[in-house]
């Protein structure tokens, strides 16, 4: 059962209450290049992203958003830190969302400042309290119990903006603590209705942060918690992406296409690893909830995937077609990707 959350729109896009789960994720670009910004923004939404966040380090870079925003589809978030003044040059500049961490904003005043523009503006503002940037004054807590004084920190700024009749809120309490992570955002869970974002911050490399990533998100999204996601990676945003699909495919909170390959062993008598990769590009461009299956022998590979509605088992010199655990054709090895990619078309439009 997904845990009830408030709607939020950021721009277009509503997150929050039933709608579903969004992907996020983070140009690694100058901001203030606008044309390096914008091509790496629409390589995203390509692959699937749904909201953007930009770094705003400077006024250059709050400045670009005007002109970001005419050459995107997706929503864009203006990541602050610091600088309360970027926050309101972001805001007017037409940023879709705010994310700040009030921790390093300065005095009340300043993050009131930005509640009061987000609120002339009418777009939501994301309390991002992360375990690196906690305020000085949880320094002890931080020590006895950081997911505690996660949660403690962003009820503290909650409650000042409600205090300033403002609700239009997403929480995120992360950490580089898978077992942090967890904790933090189950308790908060049961304390507030916002919407949450997750995230593993400074999650790792491809191999190291999808590992932290699956399991700590993919832990909380089984428990029905979690309304926004990114996957943070130190690789090509891309990946981001990517990774954050296969775990709402796996979960089945969205659909779209599985692939299924075999690990290879001794039987294999083709390099399947290069296949494998080719047949998962193609597939990025289908929306269908299609399961294809890539095999590296003869022996078992039908029957091994049987569930997939689409397939090749390979073998030296040539392979198999087959559906549903079913041979349909024996096909030249030189041929196998086209033949199954042509197969995957069919299944597709059906």
Known sequence: MRRFS???????????????????????????????????????????????????PDRESALAISEIKKRIKIPIVADIHFDWRLAIAAIEAGAD????????????????????????????????????????????????????????????????????????????VKSSSVLTTIKAYRSIAKKIDYPLHLGITEAGTITSGTVKSAIGLGMLLYEGIGDTIRVSLTANPINEVLVA???????????????????????????????????????LRYNSPITVAVM????????????????????????????????????PEKELIKALLAEIEKVAKR
Not at 264 to 283: D, F, K, Q, Y
Not at 307 to 321: F, H, M, R, W
Request: charged share 25%; hydrophobic share 40%; glycine share 8%.
């Open 97 to 172: 969302k705010i994310r700040i961490n009030p921790g390093n904003i300065g005095n009340e005043a300043k993050v009131a400042a930005i509640i009061e523009k987000a609120r002339e503006k009418k777009i939501p503002v994301r309390i991002g309290v992360n375990a690196g940037s906690l305020h000085k004054k949880y320094g002890a807590k931080r020590e006895e119990n950081l997911a505690q004084a996660l949660v403690e920190s962003a009820l503290e700024y909650i409650d000042f903006c409600e205090k300033l009749n403002f609700y239009d809120l997403v929480i995120s």
């Open 296 to 331: 590296g022998c003869i022996v078992n590979g039908p029957g091994e995937a049987r569930e997939a509605d689409i397939g090749i088992a390979c073998g030296k010199g040539s392979g198999v077609l087959f559906a549903r655990g079913k041979a349909i054709k024996k096909v």
């Open 245 to 283: 699909k296969e775990i709402l495919k796996t979960l089945n909170l969205i659909k779209g296409p599985i692939l299924i390959s075999c690990p290879t062993c001794g039987r294999c008598e083709v390099n399947l690893i290069p296949i494998a990769e080719e047949v998962e590009r193609a597939l």
């Open 6 to 56: 408030k709607e939020i729109k950021v721009g277009t896009l509503t997150i929050g209450d039933n709608a579903p789960i969004s992907i996020q994720s983070m140009t690694t670009t100058k901001t203030s290049d606008v044309q390096a910004t914008a091509a790496q923004i629409k390589e995203l939404e390509q692959a699937g992203c749904e909201i953007i966040r930009v770094a705003v």
